[in-house]
């Protein structure tokens, strides 16, 4: 009988333990939601590393982002190949300058949670669409592993490093269905800056190519990779 009630109660202990551990991982995640809900800008200088899982090929980058509410998003890469990015309501852009062409997308493309620019610039719906497990401290910040409820090649795993005091993501990494990462690390970041909206239009150059894929819903490579 002692060994049943011994039983019972590690049981019951260990729910007690889960529940409180599911509601602090919860809670973390509503408070970044918040911090960002506040926030109506921001631009911020980021090294990204493109990891292939089969062949082992590590690709970095150097560049710069901006972003403005609701999401009005410039994507600059210098390093090593200059590519720009821009997201607006009504299109995306995307231009390769040594290959003197420019595609143009539907908004629909990055509007996913589970796509890398919603998560670094805190838009995905961390509370609604993933389950979130809370990691504790690493150099510094706050880590949480992300499981989106609903997985996508894109995405099936992702980790968000943020700001214990302020709430802000400064360091994001996505692992997709084979086991590729894109990982975004941000070494300067300036909320709440004031930013021309010329910053977030874009118009080809003289003598670049377009191609229009405005009706397509998938690109011909998966965008800010």
Not at 25 to 53: C, P, V, W
Not at 93 to 102: D, G, K, Q, R, S
Not at 116 to 129: E, F, H, Y
Request: with cysteine; charged share 25%.
């Amino acid at each position: 009988m002692r060994m049943l009630r011994a039983a019972i109660a590690a049981m019951a202990l260990c729910l007690i333990m889960t529940s409180f551990a599911t509601a602090q991982n919860t809670d973390m995640a509503a408070a970044i939601q918040a911090r960002y809900e506040k926030l109506g800008s921001f631009a911020a200088d980021f090294d990204q590393t493109l990891t292939h899982k089969e062949s082992g090929a590590v690709e970095k980058r150097q560049g710069k982002l901006l972003f403005k509410k609701p999401l009005l998003i410039r994507w600059q890469t210098v390093t090593p190949h200059e590519e720009t990015l821009v997201v607006t309501g009504k299109e995306i852009w995307n231009y390769i300058p040594e290959e003197e062409v420019a595609y143009r997308y539907p908004p629909s493309l990055v509007q996913d949670s589970r796509s890398i620019i919603q998560v670094i610039t805190g838009q995905a719906a961390l509370t609604k669409d993933f389950d979130v497990k809370a990691e504790g401290r690493e150099d510094g910040l706050s880590k949480l592993r992300l499981f989106p409820k609903e997985p996508a090649p894109q995405m099936v795993e992702a980790v968000i490093w943020v700001e214990p005091d302020t709430g802000y993501i400064r360091r994001a990494s996505i692992l997709d269905f084979y086991g590729n990462s894109n990982e975004v690390r941000f070494n300067r970041f300036s909320p709440d800056v004031s930013i021309k909206a010329s910053e977030f239009s874009f118009t080809p150059p003289k003598g670049v190519d377009v191609e229009d894929r405005i009706d397509s819903a998938v690109p011909e490579k998966e965008l800010f990779r």
